[in-house]
């Protein structure tokens, strides 16, 4: 069974920098996708970035050149990088193992950004 288990979240004021991490559980995961999404108050979950199990990245739009997702295979942990936030980056940060059968998701973390 594999486990996911984010950490990093905050509050933080517009401009400023958090790392979140995400630990995994399980021997699949340096084989695997792995995605960070998100879900502001209101509105639909979102794939934010995702990195494949070779190391291929893909962003959305409205994060790139700010975020950056990576992965540390030793550690089985994948990390979202995000600097120069915006209050539009709150919401609850997900990240999510493409499995073969299913994918795994994490309990989250909130991100807030405000003044």
């Known amino acids: 069974q594999v486990q996911l288990v984010e950490s990093g979240g905050g509050l933080v004021q517009p401009g400023g920098s958090l790392r979140l991490s995400c630990a995994a559980s399980g021997s699949i995961f340096s084989a695997s996708a792995m995605d960070w999404h998100r879900q502001a108050p209101g509105k639909q979950r979102e794939l934010v970035a995702f990195?494949?199990?070779?190391?291929?990245?893909n962003y959305a739009d409205s994060v790139k050149g700010r975020f950056t997702i990576y992965r540390d295979n030793s550690q089985n942990t994948v990390y979202l990088q995000m600097n120069s936030l915006k209050p539009e980056d709150t919401a609850v940060y997900y990240c999510k193992l493409q499995g073969v059968f299913r994918a795994y998701w994490g309990q989250g973390t909130q991100v807030t950004v405000s003044p």
């Open positions: 990195i494949t199990g070779g190391g291929s990245t």
